[in-house]
């Protein structure tokens, strides 16, 4: 059974300091006697160790730990980053905490006291509304905290996050220069989100600038932006006898995923002629034979900004809040010859 530090120690006879010493390997500099270091290393070798967190943390008023808080991993978007996020803390000593606030502010308060109560060393926060990111960001009692992906325009807050606005107009230029501009369908799920918000207001623009405007009644929301309640949205879309659609767009994967599914329950198949633009990205896009545009976010590289920009924060080398703003690349599939024009082409290089 491993010992403690203290454990090690005891039996060797020796200070704490001098066990420790001997596993940093730092003996020789502090001229700790080779029959010392040979005793402390047997006990080590016959038992192993391992450090007291709880004493370490106490001493040195840290635990090491971060707290992530996001609404779902069942959004690809965010199980990347998280994935991203993890590596990034485990290859600087640190562990990541990871928690769901499911887009429900009680559940968020709930979470973020339970980090707090843990002692986590800073916190990483996509926040459910403006009053819980300016509640959080001006409370007593928390520790450094960086917001990720939603800007609800709180001032003076750190945050990274994606371009959506530019990501948003990508898109409505891309579906504008092509075929798929016809009978377009938005379908989307909270509408309340900054990020929903200007995801769309960049695609109707991207859509004006070649002369297409989106009808209000061809915009459609859901309650939240998960699969099941995009399901029952695109049911609703099915059923109706006045609306006609070529051309879906849903403002996330989830509500892509529920999208397909209903149409695959409704109608038997997706239908092959049906063109998609959505925002963010999925391998599983490869296996769909339909024309699809999608904006993909930079998970790397917002993981990347966030983790320096929070370790930055703790160090105390960044005092001021700081705002980087990440854009994202656009991701053209089927889109054959007779689909995407050849001027389509050069705007994209272009860009």
């Known amino acids: 059974m491993a010992k403690s530090i203290h454990d090690i ?48 943390s106490l001493k040195l008023q840290k635990t090491h730990t971060i707290g992530l808080l996001v609404p779902r991993l069942t959004n690809p978007f965010f199980s990347t980053l998280a994935q991203e996020l993890e590596r990034l803390c485990r290859e600087h000593k640190f562990q990541l905490i990871t928690v769901c606030s499911n887009d429900d502010e009680q559940v968020e308060q709930e979470v973020t006291d339970n980090l707090l109560a843990r002692g986590v060393d800073a916190l990483l926060v996509t926040s459910v509304s403006k009053e819980q ?67 769309l207001a960049g695609f109707k623009d991207g859509l004006q600038e070649s002369g297409i405007t989106l009808p209000e009644n ?34 996330s994967i989830p509500v892509l995923e529920g999208t397909l599914q209903c149409l695959k329950d409704k109608l038997g198949v997706i239908p092959a002629g049906l063109k998609i633009g ?12 339909n024309p699809v545009i999608s904006i993909r976010q930079d998970a790397h590289t917002l993981a990347d900004k966030a983790f320096h920009c929070l370790e930055a924060m703790l160090n105390g080398t960044q005092k001021t809040p700081v705002r980087h703003v990440i854009p994202p690349q656009l991701i053209i599939r089927n889109c054959r010859r007779e689909i995407v024009t050849e001027p389509l082409l050069d705007k994209l290089h272009q860009l």
């Open 218 to 251: 061809q915009i459609l929301w859901a309650q939240k932006g998960w699969r099941e309640d995009s399901y029952e949205l695109m049911a609703k879309l099915i059923q109706s006898t006045t609306l006609t659609y070529q051309t879906l767009v849903t403002d």
């Open 133 to 199: 990111q300016h509640k959080l960001a001006t409370s007593k009692r928390r520790c450094p905290t960086l917001f990720i992906d939603r800007d609800f325009r709180v001032e003076n807050i750190p945050l990274v996050m994606t371009d959506n606005y530019h990501g948003g107009r990508l898109l409505g230029q891309a579906l504008a220069s092509t075929t798929l501009s016809s009978n377009i369908f938005f379908l989307g799920g909270n509408a309340n989100l900054p990020t929903i918000q200007d995801r």
């Open 278 to 289: 959505t925002f963010d990205d999925h391998t599983l896009l490869e296996v769909l034979v």
């Open 9 to 56: 120690a005891q039996l060797a006879g020796v200070s704490v300091t001098t066990v420790r010493l001997v596993i940093n390997g730092q003996h020789k500099k502090y001229r700790i006697g080779e029959k010392t270091r040979l005793k402390v290393q047997a006990i080590i070798d016959k038992h192993g160790y391992y450090i007291n967190q709880t004493a370490r």
